[in-house]
């Protein structure tokens, strides 16, 4: 029996991810604050060849809500990340138009030796989904994400939205599946140390300063009342003369 591709779906809290696994995987797990495994599951891709794969749904990032810490979830997305089994593939969620979001995972894309992959979803008032990776790409692309598929995985009770949401979602999987097969390779561990340094530039917050940032600010300080002190001497001189 072949192993399945792992991928990690991570991304801000609220962003889809669960409902991404869900679609992907035709099971329905219960939507919920905590990481979940999902069961392998098969697929007959287009082309005549077979996709077996296994989502790891991470816990959702920077929660508005009292439930846990940041930190503490951000902690267990690291511990997720340099899992010994490694993954073939991230895929990065995120909501359009807030590409704030994704900025602050730049460092993690950049430091990751396994492909990343992300997916905006909310696309369902674009026609067609992709026009807005063709007028977005560009600013991800040159941080290292292999490629942007543009989706919608939306659920509603009302029948006339959901009439909208189900064939953009049954397009979506498709996409979101197609990118799978291209860019997972086999499994990588992500570096535990690669991982620590995540983490430490995850912390810095303008609240807790470093003990460089510190530094720098008093360098810059000094170096501000030299420059007074030399500028006072030159006109002090000038006046004398
Ligand atoms: N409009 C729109 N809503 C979406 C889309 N995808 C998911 N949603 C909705 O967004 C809400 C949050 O989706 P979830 O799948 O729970 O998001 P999540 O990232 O798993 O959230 P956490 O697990 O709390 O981090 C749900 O109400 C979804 O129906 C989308 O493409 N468009
Ligand atoms: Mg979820």
Known sequence: MTKPIRILVFGLAGSGKTSLCNTLSRQAVEFSSSYHIYEPFEEDMRLGYELKVQLIDAVGLDKASNEGSPEGDFKQFIELLTDSEGYSLLIHVFRIP???????????????????????????????????????????????????????????????????????????????????????????????????????????????????????????????????????????????K
């Open 98 to 240: 807030r590409i704030a979001q994704v900025e602050q995972y730049f460092e993690l894309v950049a430091n990751s030796p396994i492909p990343i992959v992300l997916v905006a979803t909310g696309c369902e008032a674009i026609e067609p989904m992709s026009q807005w990776k063709t007028d977005n790409f560009h600013i991800f692309k040159k941080f290292g994400y292999k490629d942007l598929v543009c989706t919608c995985f939306a659920k509603s009770e009302r029948s006339d939205l959901e009439s909208l949401y189900a064939p953009l979602r049954a397009e979506s999987r498709w996409a979101v599946l197609e990118a799978i097969s291209i860019y997972a390779k086999e499994p990588i561990l992500f570096p535990p140390e690669k991982g620590s340094i995540v983490a430490k530039k995850q912390d810095i917050s303008p609240e807790s300063p470093t003990l460089l940032q510190l530094l720098s600010t008093i360098f810059q300080m000094v170096q501000q009342w030299l420059i007074q002190q030399l500028h006072q001497l030159f006109t002090n001189k000038k006046e004398k």
